[in-house]
């Protein structure tokens, strides 16, 4: 008679079941922590700063609403346009000066400088001022940069200039100096660290075949870096985005940006309206963003 198999390979057949299941369910137990942390302090508190975006307000409390009368004053008013469009021309320049700075620090640091200890230790002393709180180095700008600074005396003292220049401390120079200052490290950082993988042979291949310093610079060194610069961006943008206090100290109130006016609303208590602000500055850096990874795709080029 044959031999009823069944009964031995059905537990065979279970364990596979198990070891399958397992398998499975793995990638998701290891992103469960993950998973759990995002929700509660990123998703949470999005969905609550949308909900109370559409709340109505009086001068003394939050009333539960919906209603579109913040979005509507934030798409009307001319002031609000006015702040975004002086917010994206912060971005622009401190995005324009930190990429040049970046960059040129990068290369400089990745093939001009051959000791790889000599690498570290210059690049460490670059990371050495941001050991500081932002607001410490901001404030150490106004003796330097004011009327009677350390700068004006001394171009008053050398027959440059005749009279104390203005223009250096509470202005838009002063700001954006600032923003550089503060966020240049994080445009060198990943430009650096993009570079020092290029493979040297490359570069030796473009000069073998008659190429110069800058068309080896422009078409071999440039285009392997654009994930570096990509993620810098993402780094600047969303900073100077989102600061204020660098407006607020820096400009001696004469500028304005999107997050001093979030923060003067808080300081109102004008909620309602500074979550709608809160959420249209999120879009418009999602955008920003998004097309920076459309013009880079940052997990193709790693």
Request: charged share 10%.
């Amino acid at each position: 008679m044959p031999r009823d198999t069944s009964s031995a390979t059905e537990p065979v057949r279970r364990r596979r079941a198990v070891g399958s299941l397992r398998q499975s369910l793995l990638p998701i137990l290891q992103a469960l922590p993950l998973g759990l942390i995002l929700s509660v302090f990123l998703l949470v508190p999005m969905i609550v700063l949308i909900v109370v975006s559409f709340f109505d307000y009086t001068s003394v409390q939050i009333v539960p609403a919906f209603i579109l009368t913040n979005y509507h004053d934030v798409f009307t008013s001319s002031v609000t346009w006015e702040t975004y469009l002086n917010t994206l021309r912060y971005t622009a320049i401190v995005w324009a000066v930190t990429a040049v700075l970046g960059f040129t620090v990068a290369y400089v640091l990745a093939f001009e400088i051959r000791s790889k200890t000599t690498q570290m230790v210059l690049f460490l002393v670059c990371t050495v001022p941001f050991l500081t709180s932002n607001i410490i180095r901001m404030i150490s700008w106004i003796p330097f940069l004011g009327r009677e600074g350390l700068l004006n005396r001394t171009l008053l003292a050398l027959g440059l200039i005749h009279k104390p220049l203005e223009f250096l401390l509470f202005s838009d120079f002063a700001v954006v100096l600032a923003y550089v200052h503060l966020y240049v490290l994080f445009m060198v950082t990943p430009i650096f660290n993009t570079m020092m993988r290029i493979d040297r042979r490359l570069l030796e291949a473009a000069l073998d075949n008659g190429a110069g310093w800058w068309t080896t610079v422009t078409q071999v060194i440039l285009p392997l870096s654009k994930s570096g610069i990509a993620i810098g961006s993402i780094f600047v943008v969303t900073m100077v985005m989102g600061d204020f206090i660098t407006v607020r100290l820096m400009s001696g109130g004469q500028s304005a940006s999107v997050g001093l006016m979030i923060s003067n609303q808080i300081g109102l208590l004008q909620y309602p309206a500074a979550c709608a602000n809160a959420v249209v500055l999120l879009a418009v850096v999602l955008l920003m963003i998004a097309g920076i990874l459309r013009i880079v795709d940052i997990r193709k080029e790693l």
